[in-house]
């Protein structure tokens, strides 16, 4: 094949190049990156107790987290008041799997509704927890207010 060194023929031959190597499936777009994360919704957890493992995750915008309900008995559902503004709440039912795509960023607090009250709570950090502040002011009935206060340190001091 005769090369060109004209500047529109390089140009559609790059452009040749790029639309074959996209077919191949070895050029890909932000969209193939997005990632899913598994949370399991525990009865027993590895710290003892009821919970959710973990019960922190970072992720990007676009990414999914998937709520995987291993033991019976719990759903998970999100907190108001601790979700980005403008975001979406979220709630599965209780026994079932849920998967949640996340789009804004931020932090996003959630709960089992039967456990709440006895800490069964955790975080989704979407890029960078911007509204940490105005979730960590929501209250927080009996030991998820401590189980909190362990997650935010843990946040914040790694």
Known sequence: MKRSSHPRAAMACAVVTVALLGGMGLVTSHAAKAATVEVRMLSHTATGGRGFEPAIVHIHSGDTV?????????????????????????????????????????????????????????????????????????????????????????????
Request: proline share 10%.
């Open 66 to 158: 998937h709520f995987v309900a291993a033991d019976p008995g719990h759903n998970v559902q999100s907190l108001p008041g601790m979700i980005p503004q403008g975001a979406e709440p979220f709630a599965g039912p209780m026994g079932h799997d849920l998967s949640v795509t996340f789009s804004k960023p931020g932090l996003y607090g959630y709960k089992c509704l039967p456990h709440y009250w006895m800490g069964m709570v955790g975080l989704v950090v979407v890029e960078k927890p911007v509204n940490e502040q105005e979730a960590k002011s929501v209250s927080q009935p009996g030991a998820a207010g401590a189980r909190f206060r362990q997650l935010f340190d843990t946040l914040d001091h790694g």
